[in-house]
């Protein structure tokens, strides 16, 4: 059986998917996998695994251009930016 760990710390803003009421949600860590989330009005709990298969993002008008559409600047492939060495001797007679 796993160990429990503490403390329970309430999430600010939480919303019990039971009873609707907010600012009564819970969690807390049950091993360095799980997690627990719990109502403290109504008693609902609901485990949340971290080694389970992330989820895909879902399909939506932010992330997503419109039919026809080509991609913005920012959408790009990725590329590689090189950082210079500020200790490096610089040919410049500027600096």
Do not use: W
Not at 12 to 30: F, H, I, L, N, S
Not at 57 to 80: C, F, M, Y
Request: proline share 9%.
């Amino acid at each position: 059986m796993a160990t429990e760990f503490r403390p329970r710390r309430f999430i600010a803003g939480a919303v019990c998917p039971k009873c609707a009421e907010m600012d009564k949600t819970v969690m807390y860590r049950v091993s360095d996998v799980e997690q627990v989330r719990e109502c403290i009005r109504c008693g609902f709990k609901e485990s949340i695994r971290d080694d389970g298969p992330l989820p895909n993002e879902p399909s939506t008008r932010v992330n997503q251009p419109r039919a026809g559409e080509q991609p913005l600047p920012h959408e790009d492939e990725i590329k590689v930016v090189s950082i210079l060495d500020p200790r490096a001797k610089s040919s410049r007679g500027d600096h």
